[in-house]
T-cell receptor, first 117, second 111 residues
Framework: GAGVSQSPRYKVAKRGQDVALRCDPI?????LFWYQQALGQGPEFLTY????????KSGLPSDRFFAERPEGSVSTLKIQRTQQEDSAVYLC???????????????FGPGTRLLVL | LAKTTQPISMDSYEGQEVNITCSHN???????ITWYQQFPSQGPRFIIQ???TKVTNEVASLFIPADRKSSTLSLPRVSLSDTAVYYC????????????FGKGTHLIIQP
């Protein structure tokens, strides 16, 4: 596709349920990022992949959050035993990953809105 | 990471020029200034990026004074569809770094 896609767009989960959120980055993009956006706030970084390697997971809020990108393309963010405070929009972004001196443009998907009841 | 400060909200009218200023007093030598735009129910979208002086593209202009402690995003002749949240980000080569967003400026354009 032409852009980053995410699925599902909306997810309602009961507290304690596990969820999996999918991201399809732009084809050929090396770098992939996950962000969490609470209502009225800017996106907050969760984790970063370069191809299949997870190079930074410093933003993951707890060990209930797990992300993978096994073949270096599609990525899945999994949240185990969801809590109400996990309710947010989860955004995925990708970039080409080409080395350079300036920050790369990140291309964002539409996000998955997660509501935990 | 350099901290940024920008107004929480602004409003203007269709056809006007809108200037959103961002303060970044602690900007480092290697840092660039990047602006993203976010519409409701969408992810942020890159608008413009600069290092110093002035940058212009088909969407906006970015003015950066010599001391680089602030920057101004200029949107010419806004329309209703420019109503969005605008984020100012400061950072260096960020291919491997997650972006650091603040709360952004909620721009509301009225008819």
């Amino acid at each position: 596709g032409a852009g980053v896609s995410q699925s599902p767009r909306y997810k309602v989960a009961k507290r304690g349920q596990d969820v999996a959120l999918r991201c399809d980055p732009i084809s050929g993009h090396v770098s992939l990022f996950w962000y969490q956006q609470a209502l009225g706030q800017g996106p907050e970084f969760l984790t970063y992949f370069q191809n299949e390697a997870q190079l930074d997971k410093s933003g993951l809020p707890s060990d209930r959050f797990f992300a993978e990108r096994p073949e270096g393309s599609v990525s899945t963010l999994k949240i185990q035993r969801t809590q109400q405070e996990d309710s947010a929009v989860y955004l995925c972004a990708s970039s080409s990953g080409l080395a350079g001196v300036r920050p790369e443009t990140q291309y964002f998907g539409p996000g998955t809105r997660l509501l935990v009841l | 990471l350099a901290k940024t400060t920008q107004p929480i909200s602004m409003d203007s009218y269709e056809g006007q020029e809108v200037n959103i200023t961002c303060s970044h007093n602690n900007i480092a030598t290697n840092d660039y200034i990047t602006w993203y735009q976010q519409f409701p129910s969408q992810g942020p979208r890159f608008i413009i990026q600069g290092y110093k002086t002035k940058v212009t593209n088909e969407v906006a202009s970015l003015f950066i004074p010599a001391d680089r402690k602030s920057s101004t995003l200029s949107l010419p002749r806004v329309s209703l569809s420019d109503t969005a949240v605008y984020y100012c980000l400061v950072g260096d080569r960020g291919g491997a770094d997650g972006l650091t967003f603040g709360k952004g400026t909620h721009l509301i354009i009225q008819p």
